[in-house]
Every structure is written in structure tokens, then in C-alpha cells.
């Protein structure tokens, strides 16, 4: 038997990249190959890249430049280091990657991945492999499941992709453009996949999508089931004990979604709705189709179905042609909605988008200030929020042991790191914390054990 093949992904960006990078391990596997953290190991290396934001482009480049003089020793050694460019830079500037940077052997775009065997196989043979198309196949049939191992390896928490691309088109977006066109997955086969990982030990899963909630995947009955008729029937599988999803978008958030949130406990009170600005004006340049008053409905909707529900969102901050009064109205919807958490960007302009090409950039001095400006709300909140959790008592999901020897560190139902000390055997359970003190963004506690309850034992009975 030939020794295994080792295997380096670096990836950038987005959960659905991680994703992406494990779906990949996965398809490998069945060639031999086994996963290194070091890079100077590996046969083997793939940047699973993201263009979303700033000079995504040009920190690909650089890499490849360091992984050069990588595989320059690795040959020395009488070894051959492959490299794979995966993601979104491949799949927006696939040609120019071949023709700039000679030590890449493969690009490959999101939506072909499952080919990485055939086209690594084709680039031993001719030198340089690339696909970039949209294949006619569905990826996620062609995939080999992960093994059992792997599932295990990778802990109590999965991500499954329920939903690909965008139809949205937001201005400053590149999604439509790499990811291409939204497709749902069918429902059976995302409850084979939950199933095969429940078996396997995960505990939480979260479902995501470029846009979740605009998931219409085929059901087994023959309709189209939504986001919120999914959940529930996910809700029903033995050790899945916590639900999320991510990334929502306000306009495609329906009664079904809602009623989930009122009557699953295992759906998580914690929902991401970016909103991107507080102006109306640049929500329309955005090309976002709703106004900061629709989106103070949507969460209204939200806080009428569980008053357990925060809310976490993206802004960007110098939008072209944003005034310092558009920013004060993210500024003051900010201070309205209260967030448990946010990302804020500055907005970077992405070639081949409609903002690209909109005069009025804003200085890049002013992007600076409000970014900081609006970090420093949304810090505040956050604290605020985690401040909250004090003296009270929460149930946390346990996931892996802590950097000190003893401790143990889980999640709250609003993701806050909990450390508390205990023996390994609670990974994987929902137990209740007493929350004693903060520590930057974790909470520190103590086990409430009169009442705990493992999850095993709440998914065995159902509850
Ligand atoms: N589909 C999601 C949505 O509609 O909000 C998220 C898409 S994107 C992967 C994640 C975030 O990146 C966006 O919500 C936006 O805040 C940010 N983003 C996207 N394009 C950007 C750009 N050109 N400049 C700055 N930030 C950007
Ligand atoms: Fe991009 Fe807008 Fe689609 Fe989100 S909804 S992925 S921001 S185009």
C-alpha cells in the first residue's frame, strides 16, 4: 500500500468555506490523502480563497509567492508539492491566475470542487488544470460522504450547506457572481447528511447559505419546503440538540421561520440579519430592496415570536456617496435594534459590481473614522449584552476541552464562549452554567449540576 498523501488547506472568508475546505478533505480522501497543519509536509496545498472584501486578489498572490520557495525545498527533497487555487478568487479570476502565477497546478471554482481528483489527475498529465464553469451536476450528489473519523474529528458542531449563491444582487456584491444563481438543496439529502452526523457524535448543526432563509429546497412530499419547514424536521432527529442558521436575509424571512423560532427549543435564539446600512438612501443604492423601517419590522416579527431572540448583523461603513447623515442613521439604528454582536466593514470596491463603477468614493481617512466610530457602538453593545449574562444561568453546549489543564469550554445558546472546570466526559452534553464573572468575551462559571441535563439523555426522550 502506498504511504498517504498529506494534504494542507488554508482557507479564508466565510462558514461556507470551512465547509467548503472539509467537503474537499472529504473528496480527497478516497485518493489517499490525509489533512497536515503543516504546510511544508504537504503533497498537496490548496488556498480556498474569498473575494468578498480589500486586496483578496493580491494576498492570493502573495501566498502563491511564499508557497513557491515551499515547493522549491519540498522538490529538493526529491518531493512534489501540488498547489490548488479553490474559492471565490478562482472562481472570478481563474484565467489571470494561470497566466500570473506559474507554480499553481489547479484552479478550481466553487461549484467544482467534487472534480479536484479528476482535475489533479489532469494536471499531473498536461501541466495545469482550471475549471471555473457551473457544472450541470449537482456537487453535493457527487460528493463522498465523510468518513465516521473525520465527522468525529471535527467535533460536536457541523455546518451543512442547505443553500448556494445569490438572485439578490446587491450592488457591492460578489456572490452572485462567484457563487452564481441560488439553488437548494433537496431535503432528503440534507436529513441523510444531519442523520450520518447525529451517528456520529455532532450535537449542533448549523445550516447555512449565502441566503439561508431564501432556501426552497424540493421536499419529500413533492413541494417546496421552506427554511422554517426544514428546521422542524431537523429538530426531529435523534442527538441534534441545537439548530442555527446563517447568513438571513431581512426580505425572505417568512411565518414558517417564525413559528419555528416560537415552538422549537432547539432552534437557537441568536439570529444574523445583515442590514448593512441605517439610510434608506443607501439601502437603495445598495440595490438591498428594503428600508431601515422594513428591517426594524422584520426584527419586530422576530421579537414578537421569542423575546429570547438577539440579533447580530454586517454594516458597511463608506458606501459611495454615504454622508456623515446617512451614517448617523446606521448610528441610530444600531442604538435602536441593540445587537448582541456585529461585523462592520469598510466597503472595498469588487470589480465586475454596479458600486465599482458609482463616483463618490468616500476618503478613505472618513471610512476609517465611522468604521471606528460604529466598532465602538457595537462593542459596547456586545459588552452590555455578555455583562447581562452575570449572575445568571445558562445552558451551554460543552465542545472541547480549554487551553488550562481541567477546563472545559462550550457555547451559550448566543455562541459566548463558557469555560468552566469539569471533566471531559460533558463535551457534547447541554449542561446549566452559573455565570460568575466576564473575561473579554468569555463567560467564566460553574456547573448548575441539581438540574443538568445531558443531551443525550434530552434527545432519547425527545425533549
Ligand atoms: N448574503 C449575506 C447578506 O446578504 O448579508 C452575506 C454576504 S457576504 C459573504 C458577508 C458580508 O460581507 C456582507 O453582509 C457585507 O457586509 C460584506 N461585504 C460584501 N461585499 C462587500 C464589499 N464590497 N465591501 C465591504 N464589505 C462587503
Ligand atoms: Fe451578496 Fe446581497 Fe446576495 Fe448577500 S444578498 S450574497 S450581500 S448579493
Redesign the pocket.
Known amino acids: 500500500m502506498s504511504p498517504p498523501r498529506k494534504l494542507h488547506i488554508k482557507s479564508y472568508g466565510?462558514q461556507m468555506n470551512v465547509y467548503d475546505a472539509q467537503r474537499m478533505v472529504d473528496a480527497l480522501a478516497p485518493e489517499g490523502f490525509v489533512e497536515t497543519a503543516n504546510v511544508d509536509d504537504a503533497d498537496l496545498v490548496i488556498l480556498n480563497t474569498c473575494h468578498?472584501?480589500e486586496k483578496a486578489s493580491e494576498k492570493v498572490y502573495s501566498e502563491l509567492g511564499r508557497l513557491r520557495v515551499a515547493r522549491d525545498e519540498a522538490a529538493g527533497q526529491g518531493r512534489r508539492m501540488q498547489i490548488a487555487v479553490a474559492g471565490c478568487v478562482a472562481q472570478a479570476e481563474g484565467e489571470e491566475i494561470i497566466r500570473r502565477a506559474p507554480v499553481v497546478d489547479v484552479v478550481v471554482g466553487p461549484q467544482s470542487y467534487h472534480n479536484l481528483p479528476h482535475l489533479l489527475a489532469k494536471a499531473e498529465q498536461h501541466g495545469r488544470a482550471l475549471e471555473t464553469e457551473f457544472p450541470i451536476e449537482d456537487k453535493f450528489g457527487v460528493l463522498p460522504q465523510p468518513a465516521p473519523d473525520a465527522i468525529r474529528a471535527r467535533g460536536i458542531s457541523a455546518f451543512v450547506t442547505v443553500q448556494e449563491g445569490?438572485d439578490?444582487f446587491?450592488t457591492?456584491?460578489?456572490?452572485p457572481y462567484t457563487r452564481g444563481a441560488e439553488m437548494s438543496r433537496p431535503v432528503a439529502a440534507i436529513v441523510e447528511d444531519v442523520k450520518r452526523l447525529a451517528e456520529n457524535g455532532v450535537r449542533e448543526i448549523t445550516l447555512i447559505g449565502?441566503?439561508v432563509n431564501a432556501y426552497h429546497g424540493d421536499g419529500p412530499d413533492g413541494r417546496a419546503w421552506s427554511l422554517g419547514r426544514l428546521v422542524r424536521r431537523l429538530a426531529e432527529i435523534p442527538g441534534i440538540v441545537r439548530l442555527r442558521y446563517s447568513?438571513s436575509?431581512p426580505n425572505d424571512v417568512d411565518e414558517d421561520l417564525l413559528a419555528a423560532h416560537r415552538d422549537l427549543p432547539a432552534l437557537m435564539p441568536f439570529v444574523h440579519l445583515?442590514v448593512?446600512s441605517g439610510s434608506d438612501r443607501i439601502l437603495a443604492a445598495m440595490n438591498r430592496k428594503h428600508t431601515a423601517d422594513d428591517y426594524r419590522r422584520v426584527i419586530d416579527r422576530f421579537r414578537s415570536a421569542s423575546a429570547a431572540i438577539a440579533f447580530s448583523s454586517?454594516?458597511?461603513v463608506g458606501f459611495p456617496g454615504e454622508t456623515e447623515r446617512d451614517f448617523s442613521a446606521t448610528l441610530a439604528l444600531v442604538a435602536q435594534i441593540g445587537y448582541a454582536g456585529a461585523?462592520s466593514?469598510?466597503?472595498?470596491?469588487?470589480p465586475g459590481?454596479p458600486a465599482a463603477d458609482m463616483p463618490e468614493m468616500v476618503p478613505a481617512a472618513v471610512m476609517d473614522e465611522r468604521l471606528e466610530r460604529l466598532q465602538q457602538l457595537i462593542d459596547q453593545q456586545q459588552s452590555a449584552f455578555n455583562k447581562a449574562a452575570i449572575g445568571r444561568t445558562v445552558e451551554v453546549l460543552f465542545e472541547r476541552a480549554g487551553r488550562k489543564p481541567g477546563q472545559i469550554v462550550g457555547r451559550t445558546a448566543y455562541l459566548q464562549p463558557t469555560h468552566v472546570m469539569a471533566p471531559d466526559s460533558i463535551i457534547g452534553q447541554v449542561l446549566p452554567v452559573r455565570v460568575d464573572s466576564l473575561e473579554r468575551y468569555s463567560l467564566l462559571g460553574e456547573l448548575a449540576s441539581a438540574t443538568s441535563r445531558p443531551a443525550d439523555a434530552m434527545a432519547a426522550t425527545g425533549a
Open positions: 466565510c468578498i472584501r445569490c439578490k446587491c457591492f456584491c460578489v456572490v449565502q441566503n447568513t436575509h445583515p448593512q454586517d454594516f458597511i461585523y466593514f469598510k466597503y472595498s470596491p469588487r459590481t
